[in-house]
Structures are given as structure tokens and as C-alpha cells.
């Protein structure tokens, strides 16, 4: 089994500023407050960040996200009075970028920074009844990655077209668990990998049935997902060079293997 690493989640909710260049959604930068992003919205509005209570809501259960499944991610805001609400959206391990963002409404939200963060489009900044919703996808990140803390920052800005104090940021955080039963029970050595490290195809073999195969980056982001009867010619030339992490599954049991694609 894997060694645990302790990890964090962060999630940002940037609301759109009331500068022009922000009304799309800020591209250039995360501006999430997380640890790695460091800023949060105060870097661009004249405000003093408040804290907000249930903003942030999940459908992760109680007892903890499983390792390469999908989960629903909202971020609501409300505040009296406010002419726009936009957001921007990460995750991350206390060292990189963690998981994978999946748009469900490419009308109002789009990815940016190579796809480790969301943030509003043009039309996903308009306010309804003093507050604005987005609801996103996130595919937790790989088994043993541990606690997830899903940060949030929201700017309910007044739309006046300046970065006056009228904009209020409001900041919040959540903090989930990996639910780890029946995961990493398997021993490495159940499973052979071949070639490794590879370059066009692996082939994985096993006394126990193997029902599916997911390939992750180091960092935890799913990029290939392989449901086969036949897992002897899994095709990997279209992966960037690097390092991986196979993650396979036996019944409930999964086991998780290191791979060099070169």
C-alpha cells in the first residue's frame, strides 16, 4: 500500500469584478487564496475579505470521496444589492495541483490555467434574486491522497465598473476525507506491469480478474480510464512523457502501480 500523503483540496469561488477585463472570467491567473495561488480577489478590489459559512457544498458522502470518482462541487454566493457574482475554481496537494475539473456548463464557466482551474464566462456573472450558483464536476484524485480542503473566496461586486470598496470578497473552506475501505488491500505484487518504464503500449496481468484500469498523473488528475475484458495491449504512446500511476481494480479492492512512459 502506498504511503498516505497528506493532502490539500482547494477550491476558489472568484466572483467577477466589476472591471471589464474580469466580466469574462480572469484568465491570466488562480486567484483562489489557496496556498499555492496565494491571492485571493483583494488583490484586484478595494476590500477587506469577510468569512462566509456554507457556501461550498459537495455530494462527497459523510464517510469520504473515493479515489477516481466524479463528485459535484457548488459554490453559492448571496449578498444584498449585488450587481455581479463570478467565481474561479481549483484543487491541490499541499505541493501541486490535484484531481480533474470537468465543465458541465460551458455557457457560464470555462477552464483556464492548463485546465487546474474554472472561472465564469461572460454570461456566467448574472445575478439572480442577490446571488449567483455554478455547480462543476470534480474527479477526486488517486488512492492515498488523503484529507481534501476545498477553499473559496467570492466577490459580491456592485458593477459600477470600478474596483471600489462597493465590493465585498467573502472567504469560506470545507474540509473532506478519503474514504478508504476495501482500497489498497491488494498487494503490488498481485499485478505485473510490462513493459515499465514503456512507450506505445503496457500490458497488465494477473491471477485475479482485473475490471478496470485508471492512469493518473503524479499529481492525482485521471487522464485515461480502461474498461476491457482485455488489458494486454493498453495503448499509452498518446500520454506526455512522465511519470504515472496505474490504479487497478479487483471487486472493491484497488492497487495502485507507478509507470514511466518515455
Known sequence: MNK???????VLVFAAGTLIASSGGRIEDSRTSSPLDGQNCTACHASTAQTASGWISTNIPAEGYVAGETYTITATGTHAGVGKFGFQLT????LVKAGTFIITDAARMQLINTGDAVTHTSAGHVVTNDGNSWSMDWTAPTAGTG????YAAFNAANGNGSNDPGDQIYLENITVQENNVGISTLAASSFTVSPNP?????SISSDLKIEQVQILTIAGKLVKTISTS???????SDLTKGNYLLVISSGKEKVSKKIVIY
Do not use: H, Q, R
Not at 91 to 94: L, P, Q, S, V
Not at 147 to 150: C, G, I, L, P
Open 4 to 10: 498516505k500523503l497528506l493532502t490539500y483540496g482547494v
Open 91 to 94: 484543487a491541490e496537494t499541499a
Open 147 to 150: 484529507e481534501v480542503k476545498f
Open 198 to 202: 514503456a512507450t506505445d503500449f503496457i
Open 230 to 236: 482485455d488489458f494486454s495491449n493498453i495503448k499509452v
